[in-house]
């Protein structure tokens, strides 16, 4: 169980990579405007509330990839203190993007499946 939280910790941080680059480096796109649904005046006024964000987001990804790595070094307790709380936090965003707005389940379970797999499979691990 302790290889599948790590890659799937793993998993969550690129897709909140992914996330920043979205929101930090192309917002004004006109993919990444398709995908947010925003016009060009829209991504325009918004630029650095998304740029903020997105900071947040690859944040996220770097704690939950400091775990793993202090798993994989050898403190398996403290990696997955880091790695999970990451998550959780990945998880609660998720349930809020989709709570918000029943529309938005698709990119909610983009951006809470991998967290959730990352906690339920951590727990187990350190359970065991």
């Known amino acids: 169980m302790l290889i599948v939280a790590c890659l799937a910790a793993v998993l969550a941080a690129a897709?909140?990579?992914?996330?920043?680059?979205?929101?930090?480096?192309?917002?004004?796109?006109?993919a990444t405007r398709r995908?947010?649904?925003?016009?060009?005046?829209?991504?325009?006024?918004?630029?650095q509330l998304a740029a903020n964000q997105g900071v947040y987001n690859l944040l996220l990804g770097v704690a939950a990839l400091v775990g793993v790595a202090v798993v994989l070094a050898g403190s398996t307790d403290a990696g997955l203190a880091v790695a999970l709380t990451a998550c959780a936090v990945m998880l609660g965003a998720a349930a809020y993007l989709v709570?918000?707005?029943r529309r938005k389940l698709r990119p909610a379970l983009?951006?809470?499946v991998p967290p959730l797999v990352a906690l339920v499979t951590g727990a187990a691990a350190l359970a065991a």
């Open 15 to 30: 897709v909140h990579g992914w996330i920043f680059v979205l929101e930090t480096l192309r917002w004004e796109a006109d």
């Open 35 to 47: 995908i947010f649904g925003t016009s060009r005046e829209q991504a325009a006024a918004s630029r």
């Open 99 to 101: 709570g918000s707005d």
């Open 110 to 112: 983009v951006q809470g």
